[in-house]
């Protein structure tokens, strides 16, 4: 009798979220009203080599060059979504341009704490497109920037910024 699958994760199970405040002293807001699309893109990076005791090549994955899609309306009232679009208009670049975001799997429990296990990434904010013949909204990709760190994120108590904490292998 073939296995039923019961646990798949919804789009509400993966919560997204941007520091509004600073990398030591981070104020997590959550990425929600107004954004469409966050599709994430590990983007594997392989390299093959071909044996001589072998008729086909080895491929190993060597590395990562992660990038998340998004799309979202022009939600200026939404501190995420300005914050990416101020990034935009000014034309930022370099470390201007970097976000610290918080990416938390809300169906994976890390603790009786009430926590999540979370992947903390400094991410490049590339929009391609500022766009719309009514609602005007806003495309484009956030390029990952070296290593994510995995810890976990505990909420906050009413609707108040949570905490993340590294996992101590990743610190």
């Known amino acids: ?30 990425c929600g009203n107004g954004w469409k699309k966050f599709a994430e893109n590990p983007n594997a990076q392989t390299d093959s080599t071909q044996y001589i005791n072998a008729a086909s090549e080895t491929t190993d994955t060597v590395s990562y060059s992660p990038q998340y899609s ?9 501190p995420t979504i300005k914050k990416v679009y101020d990034i935009a208009k000014d034309r930022k670049t370099g470390s201007a341009a970097v976000v610290d975001m918080l990416i938390v799997d809300k169906f ?24 719309g013949t009514k609602k005007m909204s806003m495309s484009g990709n956030l390029n990952g920037q070296g290593d994510g760190i995995k810890g976990k994120y505990t909420p906050g108590a009413s609707g108040a910024s949570g905490t993340f904490t590294p996992d101590s292998a990743s610190t």
Not at 72 to 78: A, N, T, V
Not at 108 to 131: H, I, M, N, P, T
């Open 1 to 30: 009798m073939p296995e039923t699958v019961t646990n798949i994760a919804m789009r509400t199970d993966i919560e997204v979220y941007m520091n509004m405040a600073t990398k030591d002293a981070p104020e997590w807001s959550r």
């Open 70 to 78: 998004f799309e979202c309306d022009l939600m200026h009232s939404e």
């Open 108 to 131: 994976d429990k890390s603790g009786s704490d009430g926590s999540y296990v979370a992947r903390r990434e400094q991410l490049a904010v590339a929009v391609s497109s500022l766009d």
